[in-house]
């Protein structure tokens, strides 16, 4: 049990910030993103004795919480919100860096791609190898490159445009 | 004109937000599986202390009538049977830690909803009209000396709070109940499966 935690402790620490970010860019909504933290991190926790590929844990957790995120999405017929709430509206009753803006700039556009394009945009973003991605989202790795091509272009075009308003 | 490349570095350059330590997120899944068996936990508590009052009333208070002790001990067997169901239910719910074996908890929660099931049907009935019946005999030499009127209130209040909780507030507690149920048996499935 002790080990468990240990690991555990050690998977969390290398992973939860990613997967936030990934929970977040679903839903758009700072509450929502740490309940599916919780929750993938819950079903990690469960199934931590059946992992056995070590090598491929980032990729095991980014399954995970991408069926969880979805689950989320479908079950309760919610919708990722255009607009951003907390995490990075209160960051600042202050004050918006130019940094925050920028993330929320591009969360926005994130929120704008299709459920299925997000989640490969926002692994490219994180530098996931192109197997892992292939392997996560389930799509070949020939057919993942030209998708991974247009999403990109897709993605810096909303960036731009909305720089611009 | 900003290019992929500056997305990326805005993307990693996110500012670390404060999220839950792992101690935190540990302590949070454990917690709210508490909350899953508090309810139970806490309709044992309240059965305990309904079944010490009705012992102190029937052994401490002098009745005359034998129709009145035999009244309270009625209501008490039925307590007590209700008490050692629930207390069941909460050992079914709470033998397996949700965290640590999914599937056991599923077979669990399955077993429980079968359970509640048998408690909606016949014992419900059971227990409604043993619990009348109690309250019937009791209130015989308890309202003997009181106007008639009064006792029309108290028999009236009574049938119409046994009705009450019968057709509209158990068909409403259960349904709730399940829903919760199904929700977590589903998610639970979803999970297995998920796995398998």
Redesign the interface.
């Known amino acids: 049990m002790v080990e468990k935690?240990a690991a555990?402790?050690k998977i969390?620490?290398a992973n939860?910030?990613k997967i936030?970010?990934l929970c977040y860019g679903y839903t758009g909504d700072d509450d929502a993103a740490?309940d599916l933290?919780?929750e993938t991190?819950?079903?990690v926790?469960?199934?931590l004795d059946?992992f056995r590929n070590q090598a491929m844990i980032s990729t095991w957790i980014y399954r995970?919480a991408v069926?969880t995120c979805l689950?989320y999405l479908r079950s309760e017929k919610r919708q990722a919100k255009d607009e951003l709430t907390p995490?990075i509206s209160e960051?600042k009753k202050e004050e918006l860096s130019e940094?925050?803006e920028?993330?929320a700039l591009?969360y926005k556009c994130i929120s704008k791609l299709e459920e299925s394009e997000r989640i490969i945009i926002m692994l490219v973003?994180?530098?996931v190898p192109y197997p892992e991605i292939a392997e996560v989202s389930g799509i070949s790795e020939g057919n993942l490159r030209v998708k991974i091509h247009r999403i990109?272009q897709k993605?810096?075009e909303l960036?731009?445009h909305y720089?611009r308003i | 004109?900003?290019?992929?490349e500056h997305?990326?570095s805005?993307?990693?350059?996110?500012?670390?937000?404060d999220?839950?330590s792992?101690?935190e997120?540990?302590k949070?899944?454990k917690k709210g599986i508490r909350g899953i068996t508090n309810k139970l936990y806490w309709g044992i508590v309240a059965m305990i202390s309904l079944i010490v009052c009705a012992f102190i009333i029937t052994f401490f208070f002098p009745f005359r009538s034998p129709a009145t002790t035999i009244g309270i001990l009625i209501i008490l067997v039925t307590m007590l049977m209700y008490l050692s169901l629930i207390v069941r239910h909460y050992h079914i719910l709470n033998k397996h830690d949700?965290?640590?074996?999914?599937s056991d908890y599923l077979h669990t929660l399955k077993e429980y909803q079968k359970k509640r099931s048998k408690l909606i049907g016949w014992f419900y009935y059971t227990y409604v009209l043993l619990i009348s019946t109690g309250l019937a005999l009791y209130f015989v030499e308890v309202l003997e000396s009181a106007p008639v009127y009064f006792q029309l209130i108290v028999y009236g209040s009574t049938i119409i709070w046994f009705l009450f909780i019968t057709f509209y507030l158990k068909p409403r507690m259960f349904k709730n109940e399940e829903e919760k149920l199904n929700l977590m048996i589903d998610?639970l499935i979803?999970?297995q499966e998920?796995?398998d």
């Open positions: 935690e555990f402790k969390y620490e939860s910030k936030y970010h740490s933290l919780q991190f819950l079903k926790w469960q199934n059946k995970i069926n689950t995490f960051n940094k925050n920028q993330v591009l973003l994180d530098e990109k993605l810096t960036y731009n720089e | 004109m900003k290019e992929f997305l990326m805005v993307w990693q350059g996110q500012p670390k937000r999220t839950l792992v101690d997120a540990l949070q899944v949700l965290t640590l074996n999914p998610r979803r999970l998920q796995f």
